[in-house]
T-cell receptor, first 113, second 111 residues
Framework: ETGVTQTPRHLVMGMTNKKSLKCEQH?????MYWYKQSAKKPLELMFV???????ENNSVPSRFSPECPNSSHLFLHLHTLQPEDSALYLC????????????FGPGTRLTVL | GESVGLHLPTLSVQEGDNSIINCAYS??????FIWYKQESGKGPQFIID?????DKRQGQRVTVLLNKTVKHLSLQIAATQPGDSAVYFC??????????FGTGTSLTVIP
């Protein structure tokens, strides 16, 4: 195990639902990330938090809303998603900033109906 | 081979043989590289990394080679085992910037 946990592992939601993804890291890291992984595409960075402050938002639609209450926890709040948002959502953490080695959680497989 | 942009989707090797997975990167300013392994249903797992001041680094059964002249990175797996079957992708980092990931190469080990 990498020390990064994510829940739930699988999520099916309708386009009008509101749900949240949770990530927790037990590595004492200061930076956390959300990535989207779609089939046969490179990982897409969505959000970066460093010491609980958001330092990166890669032009992500507002239907995705991150929250980082402390350096160990990261949430991704979802509402009114589209079917094309179906993907594997990965959380990662690193010791320092985005140039440090990142360690990933197992991901949440999201399906939007 | 794989690149941060293009990829060779699949590679099949016989159990016990050596595997070589390639990655071409585009930015000559990249100074840090990581290879990740992603098994089905799991998140990417760190395998080995290398900085641009090195051209070779060895781990347990894995070796990463870096050729900065042609912007090429490779991962060599010795004595490939069924448990090595996974998608492997490289990541490059430009100083002060985020990581950029390749699309991955799917390695299948034939028993």
């Amino acid at each position: 195990e990498t020390g990064v946990t994510q829940t739930p592992r699988h999520l099916v939601m309708g386009m009008t639902n509101k749900k949240s993804l949770k990530c927790e890291q037990h590595l004492g890291h200061n930076a956390m990330y959300w990535y989207k992984q779609s089939a046969k595409k490179p990982l897409e960075l969505m959000f970066v938090y460093n010491f609980k402050e958001q330092t990166e938002n890669n032009s992500v639609p507002s239907r995705f809303s991150p929250e980082c209450p402390n350096s160990s926890h990261l949430f991704l709040h979802l509402h009114t998603l589209q079917p094309e948002d179906s993907a594997l959502y990965l959380c990662a953490s690193s010791q320092g900033d985005a140039t440090d080695t990142q360690y990933f959680g197992p991901g949440t497989r999201l399906t939007v109906l | 081979g794989e690149s941060v942009g293009l990829h060779l989707p699949t590679l099949s090797v016989q159990e016990g043989d050596n595997s070589i997975i390639n990655c071409a990167y585009s930015n000559s300013a990249s100074d840090y590289f990581i290879w990740y392994k992603q098994e089905s249903g799991k998140g990417p797992q760190f395998i080995i990394d290398i900085r641009s001041n090195m051209d070779k680094r060895q781990g347990q059964r894995v070796t990463v080679l870096l050729n900065k002249t042609v912007k090429h990175l490779s991962l060599q797996i010795a004595a490939t085992q069924p448990g090595d079957s996974a998608v492997y992708f490289c990541a490059e980092n430009i100083p002060g910037n985020q990581f950029y990931f390749g699309t991955g190469t799917s390695l299948t080990v034939i028993p």
